[in-house]
């Protein structure tokens, strides 16, 4: 049986391609972190109280993805004002019998957009209204952006995310997914948008010479980040932002900050690629 405190694992629906078993453990190796096991569970808003209610002090903590970051927000017994100002916690640190809800997706995005040079953006154009949309304006805000636009496909369904914005600090000016060209060229577009449903938007980003974060990591590129590189501008992918969130719930987790984010990185890296010759 595992030490004390010793254990963690990601839930949501559906879980069974997520990336955060390899990093996790990638962490667990390069940190001697004997005993420390991670494991990915299937779960959904419905099941998240009951798999709570189960664990015992072996765990030190969940990673949550979609759909249970809004559901924990009212699960835990204490909540970081970050994740209650974005609307969602992705993750759980377990300590003597008590739960905190955390968000580090933000830091996840904050970190991927400035290792890759993007990291002060004058403007920004935000593809989708979801929670990761949201995610994304409270960092856009923290890299010091003072206004973006919010392309959504219904602009009735884009005021949590644009609230979420303007609790930042933003001015936040909705459109439609039609508006995007009338929207560029902007510093930096950023795609929340899922599978191939950004496709549509390639040339128009590509041909007005902004940066592209596309949250989409398999397969990559994407049709929209193949555009821009071919043109010559910075693609950014989903990865490093996984990473990155991914490090600082290790941080979170463990208690320690001697976090390998290169070993992180490389076995990511390898697993993804692995599973694009599937």
């Known amino acids: 049986m595992a ?21 996790h453990r990638a962490a667990y190796a390069a940190m001697g972190l004997d005993g420390w096991t991670y494991d ?40 970081s004002d970050l994740a209650v100002a974005v609307g969602g916690a992705n993750t759980i640190v377990l300590r003597e019998g008590r739960r905190h809800g955390d968000n580090t997706d933000v830091y996840g995005i904050v970190t991927a957009l400035t290792e890759a040079g993007l990291g002060a953006p004058g403007s920004a154009v935000v593809l989708g209204g979801g929670a990761t949309a949201a995610s994304t304006l409270a960092a856009l805000s923290q890299l010091g952006l003072k206004e973006a636009v919010l392309a959504v496909r219904d602009p009735a369904r884009a005021g949590e995310a644009a609230e979420v914005g303007e609790r930042f600090g933003l001015d936040v000016r909705v459109v439609t997914l039609d508006g995007v060209p009338g929207a560029l060229p902007a510093d930096l577009v950023v795609s929340t948008l899922p599978g191939r449903a950004a496709d549509a938007f390639a040339e128009p980003v590509a041909a007005s010479g902004s940066a592209l974060f596309d949250v989409v990591y398999a397969p990559w590129p994407t049709a929209l980040a193949a555009a821009v590189e071919r ?12 990473l990155h969130q991914a490090v600082r719930q290790v941080a979170m987790m463990t208690g320690r900050d001697d976090v390998p984010v290169e070993a992180m990185r490389a076995a990511g890296e390898a697993e993804l690629a692995r599973r694009a010759t599937l």
């Open 3 to 23: 030490p004390m405190g010793h254990r963690a694992a990601v839930l949501g629906s559906p879980i069974t391609h997520s990336l955060s078993p390899v990093l």
């Open 231 to 242: 043109s010559g501008g910075i693609a950014v992918g989903g990865f490093p932002m996984l």
């Open 40 to 79: 990915a569970f299937e779960c959904d808003e419905a099941e998240l109280a009951g798999f709570l209610a189960g664990l015992d002090r072996d765990w030190a903590g969940l990673s949550l993805t979609m759909p249970l970051k809004r559901t924990a927000l009212g699960l835990v017994d204490t909540v």
